[in-house]
Nanobody
Framework: QVQLVESGGGLVQAGDSLRLSCAAS????????MGWFRQAPGKEREFLAI???????SYADSVKGRFTISRDNAKNTVYLQMNSLIPEDTAVYYC????????????????WGQGTQVTVSS
């Protein structure tokens, strides 16, 4: 059982930056693919980015160039650096972990965090 805890959300203004963290309880964290997702009110959950265990990353077109996913295997933590935030980025942000990368990109990850709220004011 992998426990994931997101942190770093909050209220910011448009144009600001924010870094989210997702800490995992799993000692074999480095073997997991990690993803970030978000869900805005009234909308479906959306895939944002994946950090694969081998080191590669991929992004949704909606955040490419503004968001950066990274991981620190020594700290069992994955990050999401969000720059140039806009009000449309307002959502609950979740991280997920799975040993299969397709499960992350298709939002079928086995383990999920509880989410952290990000609110961007105009």
């Amino acid at each position: 059982q992998v426990q994931l805890v997101e942190s770093g959300g909050g209220l910011v203004q448009a144009g600001d930056s924010l870094r989210l963290s997702c800490a995992a309880s799993e000692r074999t964290f480095s073997s997991y693919h990690m993803g970030w997702f978000r869900q805005a009110p009234g909308k479906e959950r959306e895939f944002l980015a994946i950090s694969r265990s081998g080191g590669s990353t991929s992004y949704a077109d909606s955040v490419k160039g503004r968001f950066t996913i990274s991981r620190d295997n020594a700290k069992n933590t994955v990050y999401l650096q969000m720059n140039s935030l806009i009000p449309e980025d307002t959502a609950v942000y979740y991280c997920a972990a799975d040993r299969n990368s397709w499960a992350i990109t298709t939002m079928r990850g086995e383990y999920w965090g509880q989410g952290t709220q990000v609110t961007v004011s105009s």
